[in-house]
């Protein structure tokens, strides 16, 4: 039985104590396969709802371009054979070669060629499921690797037939970190993005106080694991409970060992906090898949904030997380 988590993983908790000219506008749209909500603080209404639909739209034209699961954007375009080689710009580009450095960074673990896997779980099915056979699972594996994306200047291509990349690890944290910079140029100097799993701040709050976000607890995503700040910062959660299937009473979630073909078993979350919410978002599906002390060495010598609660629900964090436990 499929049970897909689609409540709001990370709840804003506004205190606003400001002056009455400031006014909250809200506005939520589907997006990415989920709802994507845009909170903004300001005393001109009008600006706030055009730097809204700015944002939004820019989320939008991000979804079309690169959503591996959008018919006809470019990595769709790549995926499906449509096209041997397509051609990037500066952007595609920049995701690339930024995709590369944190597969790197992750002892290639963080692979985004885990498409013909997630394929094999079909998490989104409804139907009664069962464990993949492992001749399926082995067959998949076969085509994830990395080093099988080729790209040579601004051009992308696959070394071999069967690769498939899939964008769910970092794309919509891109998108959230991209409308952020659409609202800026637009005058916003408050407000609060999120797209269930990916998050980023402008600013604090008006009345100068960061933004205090409820985390859900891993174990029960109906009670906080407890709540964080933010100041002008982007944040990404990965978690066992967000997209997963039950089979022979047992949950399997959409995080997968490549190595294996299963879902990663030793963590049940990853929350990372930076001042990017493109890096977030990658970040916390990589750290989920490597070392705990491999982590916290690195978030330390990047000016990471991270969060990380193991299958026993122990809680391991650097100093620069600061975190009010419930």
């Known amino acids: 039985m499929l049970k897909k988590i689609l409540a709001i993983l990370i709840l804003p908790i506004f205190i606003l104590s400001c002056s009455k ?13 989920t709802y994507i909500s845009i909170t903004v603080y300001d005393k001109n209404e009008k600006l706030a709802n055009k730097a809204i639909e700015a944002a939004f739209q820019e989320i939008e034209r991000i979804d079309k371009k690169f959503n591996s699961k959008m018919k006809g954007s470019l990595v769709e375009r790549l995926n499906s054979g449509k096209e041997k080689t397509i051609k990037l710009d500066e952007e595609g580009v920049y995701l690339f070669q930024n995709l590369k450095s944190v597969y790197e960074l992750s002892h290639e673990k963080y692979d985004i060629t885990i498409g013909p896997l997630l394929d094999i779980w079909d998490f989104g099915a409804k139907e009664k499921r069962e464990i993949p056979k492992k001749e399926d699972l082995k067959r998949a594996m076969q085509h994830i690797d990395f080093s099988k994306i080729i790209l ?16 769910g690890s970092f794309l919509k944290g891109y998108a959230v970190e991209k409308a952020k910079g659409v609202m800026r140029e637009k005058g916003v100097t408050s407000a609060f993005i999120s797209s269930i799993s990916s998050i ?5 709050k008006p009345d100068g106080k960061k933004w205090r976000i409820g985390v859900e607890n891993p174990e029960n995503p109906q009670k906080l694991l407890g709540v964080v700040e933010l100041y002008n910062e982007g944040m990404g959660v990965s978690g066992d409970y967000q ?12 995080i997968l060992d490549k190595t294996t073909g299963f879902p990663v078993e030793d963590k049940k979350m990853v929350v990372v906090i930076s001042d990017n919410a493109f890096f977030s978002d990658m970040y916390s599906t990589a750290f989920f898949l490597m070392d705990i002390d491999d982590v916290l060495n690195y978030a330390d010598k990047n000016d990471l904030g991270v969060l990380i ?9 650097n100093d620069k997380m600061k975190i009010e436990l419930r």
Do not use: A
Not at 155 to 164: D, K, M, T, W, Y
Not at 309 to 317: G, L, N, Q, R
């Open 152 to 167: 040579s200047g601004d051009e992308l291509s696959f070394s071999e037939p069967g690769v498939e990349l899939d964008t």
């Open 200 to 204: 980023e701040t402008i600013n604090g």
């Open 309 to 317: 609660v193991d299958k026993d629900m122990k809680i391991f964090k």
């Open 21 to 33: 000219e400031v006014q909250k506008i809200e506005q939520s749209k589907f997006l990415f396969g």
């Open 243 to 254: 997209t997963y299937v039950e089979i022979d009473g047992k949950r399997y979630h959409h």
